[in-house]
């Protein structure tokens, strides 16, 4: 099971309407029990976003996957993908 830290929480919770039409969390807390549900994934590279759009089979055309609304660049580094 993923685990969620601070850092990753706060970027979904700041970023979360580029992918959702309005909030699905409000708290820390929210976040993270949502971000479980949809098994959302933390990786450490824009490699590994790329890596885990080929493993899944997703393809989003010729768009830059790091743009895809999907993904949320925590700012260390790690990506958060959250599959809707």
Known sequence: ???????????????????????VAETAEEAEGFLTDCL??????????????????IDIGDGNLLEAAEVFEVGDGRYLIVES
Do not use: N, T
Request: aromatic share 12%.
């Open 1 to 23: 099971m993923q685990e969620y830290d601070d850092a990753v929480l706060q970027c979904f919770l700041k970023h979360q309407l580029q992918l959702f039409p309005e909030a």
């Open 40 to 57: 959302a994934v933390v990786v450490e590279s824009a490699k590994e976003v790329e890596e885990f759009f080929e493993e899944e089979g």
